[in-house]
Antibody, heavy 120, light 110 residues
Framework: QLQLQESGPGLVKPSETLSLTCTVSGGSISSSTYYWGWIRQPPGKGLEWIGSFYYSGSTYYNPSLKSRVTISVDTSKNQFSLKLSSVTAADTAVYYC????????????WGKGTTVTVSS | QTVVTQEPSFSVSPGETVTLTCGLSSASVSTNYYPSWYQQTPGQAPRTLIYSTNTRSSGVPDRFSGSILGNKAALTITGAQAADESDYYCVLYMGGGIWVFGGGTKLTVL
């Protein structure tokens, strides 16, 4: 059964780059079945799709974050990563990684989420 | 800027039926947007309820159903239970690898 686990620093300084990794178990990150995505949720607010990666090498980003986001994949480690540059307090959130099913276009398996706080 | 709209809050009595909706600021929602619905309780990751408009995810009780009602996607809970008190989010697939979340509906069962 596919499982996802986020990891990374819980505290990032303003203007620096937030870096998170999602480790995939129970399945291959090279599968054509899935997009591999990141979603976040600021405290007390709703969910926001950040971006996704497809095994073909294509990446897709939320237009509102596109200039600051990079999603990449390490097939040797079965992991995918999120980098968000020039962070501010507004980027404080719980960050989730999730699979998105190709052709049906929904979020299927979710990680438990990791809290990232942006503060000096 | 695409905006997906949901009722901010809704209240239902136990045993009653409630329908939450998911609209678009600039168009009608159709099956082409592959509407999906998620349930989230405080401190937990979202749980997938419905995908492709009306397909229940594995293990989801059949009191949850999805549809298109008029120009919106809809999530209906038939016979609401106290355990259904949660936040509910819809997501629309805009094409080109872009997804947009609605703002969420806080459902109270009392």
């Amino acid at each position: 059964q596919l499982q996802l686990q986020e990891s990374g620093p819980g505290l990032v300084k303003p203007s620096e780059t937030l870096s998170l990794t999602c480790t995939v178990s129970g399945g291959s990150i090279s599968s054509s079945t899935y997009y591999w995505g990141w979603i976040r949720q600021p405290p007390g607010k709703g969910l926001e799709w950040i971006g996704s990666f497809y095994y073909s090498g294509s990446t897709y980003y939320n237009p509102s974050l596109k200039s600051r986001v990079t999603i990449s994949v390490d097939t040797s480690k079965n992991q995918f990563s999120l980098k968000l540059s020039s962070v501010t307090a507004a980027d404080t959130a719980v960050y989730y990684c999730a699979t998105q099913i190709y052709y049906y276009y929904f979020m299927d398996v979710w990680g438990k989420g990791t809290t990232v706080t942006v503060s000096s | 800027q695409t905006v997906v709209t949901q009722e901010p809050s809704f209240s239902v009595s136990p045993g009653e039926t409630v329908t939450l909706t998911c609209g678009l600021s600039s168009a009608s929602v159709s099956t082409n947007y592959y509407p999906s619905w998620y349930q989230q309780t405080p401190g937990q990751a979202p749980r997938t309820l419905i995908y492709s408009t009306n397909t229940r995810s594995s293990g989801v009780p059949d009191r949850f159903s999805g549809s298109i009602l008029g120009n919106k996607a809809a999530l209906t809970i038939t016979g609401a239970q106290a355990a259904d008190e949660s936040d509910y989010y819809c997501v629309l697939y805009m094409g080109g690898g872009i997804w947009v979340f609605g703002g969420g509906t806080k459902l109270t069962v009392l």
